[in-house]
């Protein structure tokens, strides 16, 4: 059962230690790291040997119930929230911590024009952020003209809806002939990883 964004309440817990109890709300990072490869050892658990992913592995958040075992636990994927109002907004904790990451991995400069390319959650994501680390320019650029009128709440400068034309060419039409410094993906296109 996929799922692999959730939050949600323990029904039950058997933890010796007592950690978590019946009614705590927590979120749940979906990659498992073993905590015993090589990679693991040197710290880039993103990157373990033995990766376990809830979702694919094992069912995930769509399902009634999840069982979170030792290697779940043991991994440090289960938080503990403060606030219990808004579960929905913690479910984002995921997909809002690989845009840090990726940011953190390819910063922003001052001024610089930054590319997204799709027009989903992420997208929205690395515009505040982008905007937060001194974008001067953001230029969105989306396959679907629903998505692309959806990601407008992030206030982009530029959408452009890659159907119509060559994407390539309004980038550069919009930034005077001289492109974007960091060009990111937000969408699982093979041919936009590519690009």
């Not at 992913?53 to 069912?59: A, E, F, H, Q, T």
């Not at 929230?81 to 845009?99: K, Y």
């Not at 969105?140 to 982009?156: F, M, Q, T, W």
């Not at 959408?159 to 005077?176: K, N, Q, R």
């Amino acid at each position: 059962i996929t799922g692999h964004e959730f939050s949600g309440t323990i029904e039950e817990s058997r933890t010796r230690k007592g950690d978590f109890v019946s009614g705590d709300t927590v979120v749940v990072a979906p990659t498992v790291p073993c905590m015993k490869c090589r990679m693991c050892r040197k710290g880039f658990y993103e990157m373990c040997e033995n990766l376990m992913v809830i979702g694919y592995d094992c069912d995930g958040g769509f399902a009634e119930y999840c069982a979170i075992d030792r290697k779940i636990l043991g991994g440090g994927c289960v938080v503990k929230t403060e606030d219990s109002n808004d579960m929905e907004l913690f479910a984002l904790s995921e997909p809002l911590s690989c845009v840090i990451n990726c940011l953190e991995l390819t910063p922003v400069t001052e001024g610089d024009t930054v590319v997204i390319i799709g027009s989903g959650p992420l997208c929205c994501f690395i515009t505040e952020l982008a905007r937060i680390g001194g974008a001067g320019k953001t230029i969105l650029i989306g396959h679907s003209r629903e998505k692309l009128d959806s990601a407008r709440i992030c206030e982009p400068d530029v959408a452009i809806h890659s159907g119509v034309g060559d994407a390539a060419e309004a980038v550069l039409a919009c930034t005077g002939g001289r492109g974007a410094e960091l060009v990111l993906t937000a969408c699982p296109s093979p041919e936009a990883q590519k690009a």
